[in-house]
T-cell receptor, first 109, second 111 residues
Framework: GIQVEQSPPDLILQEGANSTLRCNFS?????LQWFHQNPWGQLINLFY???GTKQNGRLSATTVATERYSLLYISSSQTTDSGVYFC???????????FGKGTLLTVNP | DAGVIQSPRHEVTEMGQEVTLRCKPI?????LFWYRQTMMRGLELLIY????????DSGMPEDRFSAKMPNASFSTLKIQPSEPRDSAVYFC?????????FGPGTRLTVL
């Protein structure tokens, strides 16, 4: 199956800083999603982005499908951005997502 | 619109007991997923339903686990008998086309 590698595993920021999270895939994916798991455990879908670039407020994501990676950008980070960010990808059977181990982001005031 | 609803939110049980987790997907969604999250194994897909039909149950750990979706508004995940290694957070998610929306999860502790 597809292997999903996320980096960095941990990231500590001061409020207001920018950051880039990366996700690499071992094979081509046609379904790629980014999620945020907040400190209370809730998983929130951030982006469905199998290719191209999308933006939602301070968050944006870019997927370069031909090179099998995706980036999540967080600008002007806030303490509420803390939590674990997961990327997940699926190949031929579009529904089946394989999750990475996540990036634990801590934003300090 | 209400999101995915799961119950109970927390369950503590003793080894050997039957556990039933419940999920109500977002209205109109035709796909439903059950995931399990543990520190050791991360997030794993257990089973996937499409239009109430189980399509892929290859992630179900063993015969002690079973899942049903009797209608478009309700699904259950049952563990019988439960074991301590089943302790985890169980998530239900639903989707219409591609984006998956997760419920709040059920934290299961088997003593």
């Amino acid at each position: 199956g597809i292997q999903v590698e996320q980096s960095p595993p941990d990231l500590i920021l001061q409020e207001g800083a920018n950051s880039t999270l990366r996700c690499n895939f071992s094979d081509s994916v046609n379904n790629l999603q980014w999620f945020h798991q907040n400190p209370w455990g809730q998983l929130i879908n951030l982006f469905y982005i199998p290719s191209g670039t999308k933006q939602n407020g301070r968050l944006s994501a870019t997927t370069v499908a031909t090179e099998r990676y995706s980036l999540l950008y967080i600008s002007s980070s806030q303490t509420t951005d803390s939590g674990v960010y997961f990327c997940a990808g699926g190949g031929g059977s579009n529904y089946k997502l394989t999750f990475g181990k996540g990036t634990l982001l801590t934003v300090n005031p | 619109d209400a999101g995915v609803i799961q119950s109970p939110r927390h369950e503590v049980t003793e080894m050997g007991q039957e556990v039933t987790l419940r999920c109500k997907p977002i209205s109109g969604h035709n796909s439903l997923f059950w995931y399990r999250q543990t520190m050791m194994r991360g997030l794993e897909l257990l089973i996937y339903f499409n239009n109430n039909v189980p399509i892929d149950d290859s992630g179900m750990p063993e015969d002690r686990f079973s899942a049903k979706m009797p209608n478009a508004s309700f699904s259950t995940l049952k563990i019988q008998p439960s074991e301590p290694r089943d302790s985890a957070v169980y998530f239900c998610a639903s989707s219409l086309i591609d984006t998956q929306y997760f419920g709040p999860g059920t934290r299961l502790t088997v003593l």
